[in-house]
């Protein structure tokens, strides 16, 4: 953390999610209430709609306005709804105390008989209040890094999904760490937000329904291996080769696909979960045969699974998702190569859903000579990328395009 971060996070308010169970203990003894009351609280925040403090309504009113003069009862002060494909989806836009605003979304997938599984309600939380990895496909990466999100933070997400469901009638059943931010850059949170998740008197949800996905920080996935064994790691790969993989995820620069995929092996025989690969599909880019050879071969024998996910279009780039023939051809060939493929439907595109997609937008409409710039730059990038060239300097933006013209 750098000083005016860890300035900016010494102002921020206190959060109740951003407590332990014994931290919480301590709080409501330091303020003279009874030991009961930790429960109280914790029900109402995990297993009620309560939006504040008012709605703890089994605390009187003395003790909810003392509790509220010093703890945040919820990490937002606005959450906004975009539901979208009938309702199957739900996108949220949260405003944190300090003005900084991240996504998640809610998916709802029905009962399927052929696998056995009931239905599904999925959150995918962020972990950071935009990215500094700078990926060029994704509007997060556009928008630049703005801080890490805290642990409460994090877990509020998925309180508020929680909370939706529950006036559904139904249960959320898995978390990934798939939003805005790169989850193992801010992993001790990260980790933190797991424990609040999987504690009994808190989320209590199971460790195995946690996905943490990475675009290949590989100590962040030695740690994940040896800290956190139960939860199930995602690789956001895009490519298999490092000069089309630096451009499409620049830090491959520092953590080549090799020693990515050393690690992810290594987590995968030392907790005896299945990794999962993500690959945004992208016409002409990463979708030409070269590439779903090199894929192939990469993780032929892992017995890995492969998510091939059609790219949601952003302004900034002149790219957009592979045509779906070739995806299915691509998936075919990942199967013959031994790897469990599926393809996923583009969740949310009417709300916006690719990642940090809503927030871009409402950071301000990139300026058209920005654009321009940036296409021209991915252009020439990529036609060196597909000829096998690597580049030295990433070309993402450090900042909104707005402000790059
Ligand atoms: S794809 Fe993930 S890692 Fe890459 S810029 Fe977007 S949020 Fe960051």
Redesign the pocket.
Known sequence: MNPSEAARQTIRPEILADLSVSQLAARVRDVGAEPYRVTQILDAAWRSTATDWSGVTTLGRALQERLASELRFSAFEAVERQEAEDGATTKLLLTLSDGAKVEAVLMRSPADPRRGSGPRATVCVSSQAG?????P?????ELGFTRNLSSGEIQDQVRIARQILRSEQRELTNVVYM????PLQNIDAVFASIDGLTDPLRGGIGQRRITVST?GVVPGIERLARQRPQITLAV?LHAARNPLRDLL?P?NRKWPVEAVIRAAHAHARATGRRTTYEVTMIDGINDRAEDSAALAELLAGSGAHVNLIPMNAVAHTPWHESRPERIEQIANELRSAGLTVTVRRNRGREAGAA??QLAAERAGEPTPVAVARRRELLVAASAAALQGRRTAQPIAPAGPLRGDA
Do not use: D
């Open positions: 990215c500094a990895v700078g990926c496909f994704c509007a997060t990466g939003g805005m931010g790169e675009s956001s995820v830090l990642c940090g």
